[in-house]
């Protein structure tokens, strides 16, 4: 009923950039709330960002502020990550997700639908 389908990831050289987009086949896509998790095997699921219904509000894990962005285009119902200055440590696969609460939630327990994830490879 609801589809999530990320695209951009790929290989890059340290210090580059990378941008993911995630488009949703949400009916009221502007409802909620979109967020990014990127996991390795072996590791919990780690938050990344978050952006609100209306996309003026962000927020970052501490491992990507200044270096990540995050926005939105509710009018082509994507989501996008903006990642610059990318490191070995970036490499992961990145998901997306939405949720339905108001606030920027960095637990993956409150967003319901899931992309099916796209690789990151940072080579040094």
């Known amino acids: 009923q609801v589809q999530l389908v990320e695209s951009g990831g790929g290989l890059v050289q340290a210090g580059g950039s990378l941008r993911l987009s995630c488009a949703a086949s949400?009916?009221?896509?502007?409802?909620?709330?979109m967020g990014w998790f990127r996991q390795t095997p072996g590791k919990e699921r780690e938050f990344v960002a978050a952006?609100?219904?209306?996309?003026?509000?962000?927020r970052y894990a501490d491992a990507v502020k200044g270096r990540f962005t995050t926005s939105r285009d509710n009018t082509k119902n994507t989501v996008y990550l903006q990642m610059s200055n990318l490191k070995p440590e970036d490499t992961a696969v990145y998901f997306c997700?939405?949720?339905?609460?108001?606030?920027?939630?960095?637990?993956?327990?409150?967003?319901?639908?899931w992309g099916q994830g796209t690789q990151v490879t940072v080579s040094s």
């Open positions: 997700a939405a949720g339905g609460t108001s606030w920027l939630s960095s637990d993956s327990t409150n967003y319901s639908n």
């Open positions: 949400l009916r009221t896509f502007d409802r909620y709330t």
């Open positions: 952006i609100n219904r209306s996309g003026d509000m962000t």
